[in-house]
């Protein structure tokens, strides 16, 4: 059963009121508590309920829900909006092309807002557990300033993601510090550190205690992880108002930074308090059924009550209809976005992580409710992951589905081990997290050859780099974590760029792309609902008999062409234009303190 965060309306209204910086009644009169903060943070169900209230604006209209989550981490080299090619401000999000006025963001209550909302609630909760709540290590008020403070790192983490350097606000503001100017992200990444280290020693492992049950709160594994994330991005490639480059900050280097992402990700793993899940359609079954029991590989959730959250809204294998026997969500439901279309062919053929993340089929109408898979094109692929038909509960909201957004997952902390290892001490060290991860997605009878032997043959440091980069997309298309990974790896323009070659190859079957089948054969299975498709492999090409029917598997709607150039817009660098920028809105509302950087 998910966890509802459920916060008195007292609490909410009085003690945060302070906390919308952005109204205009703010400037009016200082806002005053109804709850006096010395009894809140002295009184465990009070500050309890506070440290929930922070979580409150991941699900506002315009916040996570409806436009950071939906928008960011799309176009890459193996994600995109499926309708990247429609002009419009949608698409120009994902294009690296958005403007400040951008119609989709521009408003007071977007994404920008709320989270610099949430950063003022965990302010005020962090400053009130320190003063009034004697938050030591294994008290249940430790573990509250460490949730404050990871869920204050999570929402700054994403600003810097989305927009690079923003306003650094530690602490809850006051009328002199109501308007700041943008502060180096090198401080903001120094700051979030410190406050995941502190937090470390604060929180429990997973089901240390009753409270970390579930992945909807911190726990100890997630904040070592997400620590080892954050270390491993402040000390790489990004852009910043000079040019794409590393940070200058002797604290953030490479060495020292590599060095703690190691040491937490392998006192992680260490742990045993986290595990992979022990197949990898398994996993994807488990986060459907909104399984958030922890210990598993889910290590924090974003979480959605029922009536919000659009993952599977979003993400989903499309539905047409706008209710079946798998969901009730509205028309046209999921398929926003997708792998990209060779993505599919570039896994090896019996790697079980393919056919769970890449869909070449919807759901069409429905007749007398029950709707029948459809084979879409070559060109429009859906995200596997996110499957209305394989959640426990029956979704009748039309605008929200309420299921969690994974914010980290284990299998990401072996993968950090591995490049870090590889990095510091070599391949040798680098090779068993990366088995592991391989274990889990081959067969048994295959994994001598595309476990034991493949990574065996990674000797050099560069050619197990390569191989990782590999590895994080087969295990994470569809997760939208790969835009950083590729920004951090300066990789971003260059892979983009291979996309766009191995599209244009899969569109004219040549070069890698050459024993793709241009025809596809499927049949209904036994349930009349499920395609048996036979084509879908490289070189299955012979008829397989008359009880099939075949479709040709080719690029419809757009022309190739038009559809691969809108990867990203022509005539824009993709290295350029890393972050969105800051809407026009919030600039001018900044009193002169806020500009945009990198040409906006």
């Not at 979480?303 to 959250?309: E, H, K, M, Q």
């Not at 299975?525 to 498709?533: P, T």
Request: glycine residues 8%.
């Amino acid at each position: 059963m998910k966890h509802k965060i459920i916060i008195a309306g007292l609490i909410i209204s009085g003690l945060f009121s302070s906390c919308q910086q952005f109204e205009d009644d703010y400037l009016d009169t200082p806002a005053q508590s109804t709850l006096d903060p010395a009894l809140i943070f002295s009184t465990a169900g009070l500050a309890k309920g506070a440290i929930d209230g922070i979580k409150v604006p991941f699900a506002e209209t315009n916040s996570y829900r409806g436009r950071f989550l939906p928008y960011y981490g799309l176009n890459t080299d193996v994600e995109w909006y499926n309708t990247s090619q429609t002009s419009g401000d949608k698409a120009d999000l994902c294009v690296y092309d958005a403007k400040p006025g951008n119609t989709e963001m521009n408003t007071t209550n977007n994404a920008y807002s709320m989270m610099y909302s949430g950063i003022e609630r965990a302010n005020v909760c962090i400053q009130g557990l320190r003063q009034y709540g004697n938050p030591l290590p294994g008290t249940e008020m430790g573990q509250l300033l460490g949730e404050a403070l990871t869920l204050r790192a999570i929402y700054y983490a994403d600003l810097v993601k989305a927009w690079g350097d923003v306003p650094a606000r530690f602490e809850p503001i006051t009328t002199a510090t109501l308007y700041l100017p943008k502060s180096s992200r090198d401080v903001i990444y120094k700051q979030l550190i410190k406050d995941l280290g502190e937090a470390t020693t604060l929180v429990a492992w997973p089901n240390q205690t009753a409270y970390t049950g579930t992945v909807e709160h911190v726990n100890k594994a997630f904040t070592k992880a997400f620590r080892a994330r954050l270390a491993l991005v402040a000390s790489g490639f990004q852009q910043y108002p000079d040019g794409v480059r590393r940070s200058t900050d002797p604290e953030l280097s490479v060495g020292n930074m590599y060095a703690l992402a190691l040491k937490e990700s392998r006192e992680v793993i260490q742990s045993g308090a986290a595990r992979l899940e022990s197949t990898f359609e398994g996993f994807w079954r488990k986060y459907n059924e909104e399984n958030t029991t922890a210990g598993g590989e889910s290590l924090w959730e974003l979480p959605f009550a029922d009536g919000r959250g659009r993952m599977l809204f979003t993400f989903a294998v499309k539905h047409t209809a706008a209710s079946d026997q798998f969901q009730a969500n509205g028309a046209n439901r999921g398929g926003v976005a997708g792998p990209l279309p060779f993505v599919f062919y570039d896994y090896d053929q019996v790697d079980t992580r393919r056919d769970v993340t890449c869909v070449p089929y919807k759901y069409g109408a429905a007749v007398s409710n029950i709707a029948k898979q459809e084979i879409g094109s070559l060109d429009t692929w859906y995200f596997g992951k996110y499957r209305y038909e394989w959640m426990k509960r029956y979704v009748t909201s039309t605008n929200d589905d309420g299921v969690n957004k994974i914010y980290m997952r284990y299998a990401e902390v072996l993968l950090i081990a591995a490049e870090t290892a590889n990095e510091i001490e070599g391949p040798g060290a680098a090779a068993p997290y990366l088995k592991e991860i391989r274990r889990r997605a081959f067969p048994a009878a295959v994994q001598a050859v595309k476990v034991d032997a493949y990574v065996n043959a990674l000797t050099s440091k560069q050619a197990m780099f390569d191989a990782l980069v590999n590895e994080n997309k087969y295990e994470f298309t569809g997760e939208m974590e790969r835009k950083q990974n590729l920004i951090r790896w300066n990789l971003l323009k260059v892979k983009l760029d291979e996309a766009k070659v191995k599209m244009a190859a899969l569109s004219t079957r040549t070069g890698d792309y050459a024993d793709v089948p241009a025809t596809l054969y499927y049949k209904f299975k036994a349930d009349n609902v499920s395609l048996d498709i036979y084509g879908l492999n490289r070189g299955e090409t012979t008829n397989p008999g008359i009880a099939y029917t075949a479709v040709a598997w080719t690029w419809t709607g757009t022309a190739a062409d038009a559809k691969i150039n809108s990867l990203y817009k022509p005539g824009v660098n993709p290295d350029n234009r890393q972050f969105w920028p800051i809407w026009q809105v919030f600039l001018d509302g900044s009193n002169g303190q806020l500009k945009n950087d990198y040409g906006y």
